[in-house]
């Protein structure tokens, strides 16, 4: 399958490692990867504060880099931004768009998926061949609960880890309290729902907490680094390409 990629904002910016590894494990799979370079933000951040008529370039471009016939299906580490092509982008079309963007947008939204969507509901595989001897829980992230609905894939592709010892995560559906913006026009509040998260991932004696979403890693890790709790928090493609011979710490040395 010829997949193309989407990196994400944060992807970009702060969290490349997520993006190169969701590329090692379906490049492992067989697949072909395409990334289109003119790729840009898809608007979330501007739709999720209320600003709906300003990211129609951006929803306009996403579809025409990632709108080509030849991409059989679209990519992105990112439950947020996979939620936001699927819905937000359609919202944006029909309000504010012309005909052509319309089209476009339904034609990449039908081809569009998160991660563990499509390694298990499009590529059918949920052992990847992955090896992590590692104490993990999950933290399911709000959009990909919600929105996406991924429901258990991603605990199917984390069960098939070899090596791994998968804890559940205390009332692992809460919210972290990141939100985007949110955590910061509403700190006292995204603060409160942190402490609650990061008291139920302490509890589990993890030394992994994952997660299909790096912003909502980036706040919970943050929470984590602040108590010297000793847990580290990884993406949950990071996990995935991690092998026997290739295990996660030469994985990310190698991606330097």
Same mark, same amino acid.
């Given at each position: ?11 970009? @910016? ?14 492992? #799979? ?27 370039? #951006? ?23 996979? $939620? ?19 089209? $476009? ?31 993990? @829980? ?6 990909? #609960?919600?929105? #996406? ?13 070899? $090596? ?39 509890? @589990? ?24 709790? $000793?847990?580290?928090? %990884?993406?949950?493609?990071?996990? %995935?390409?991690? @092998? ?13």
């Amino acid at each position: 399958m010829r997949i193309g990629l989407f990196a994400t904002c944060l992807g970009d @910016t702060l969290f490349p490692d997520a993006v190169k590894a969701t590329a090692i494990v379906l490049s492992r #799979l067989g697949h072909e990867l395409v990334f289109p370079p003119e790729q840009t933000c898809c608007g979330q951040m501007h739709v999720n504060t209320g600003y709906q008529r300003e990211p129609v370039p #951006l929803v306009r471009n996403f579809a025409e880099q990632f709108g080509d016939s030849a991409i059989d299906a679209v990519v992105m580490p990112s439950g947020s931004c996979a $939620g936001s092509v699927r819905h937000q982008h359609e919202i944006i079309a029909e309000r504010y768009g012309d005909r052509a963007l319309r089209s $476009g947008v339904a034609r990449v939204k039908a081809k569009t998926y998160e991660l563990s969507e499509l390694l298990v509901d499009v590529l059918g595989t949920v052992d990847v061949g992955a090896y992590f001897p590692h104490r993990v @829980t999950y933290h399911p992230t709000c959009h990909s #609960l919600r929105m #996406l609905h991924v429901g258990e894939k991603p605990l199917q592709l984390l069960r098939a880890v070899e $090596g791994i010892d998968l804890v559940e995560l205390p009332e692992a559906d809460a919210c972290c309290g990141f939100g985007g913006t949110f955590a910061v026009k509403n700190a006292d509040t995204s603060t409160a729902m942190l402490q609650d998260k990061i008291t139920h991932v302490t509890a @589990t004696g993890a030394a992994v907490c994952t997660a299909g979403d790096s912003s909502c890693l980036m706040h919970i890790g943050g929470g984590l680094s602040r108590i010297k709790s $000793g847990t580290r928090t %990884l993406h949950l493609a990071q996990i %995935l390409a991690a @092998t026997r011979t290739t295990p996660y710490d030469a994985l990310t040395e190698a991606a330097r």
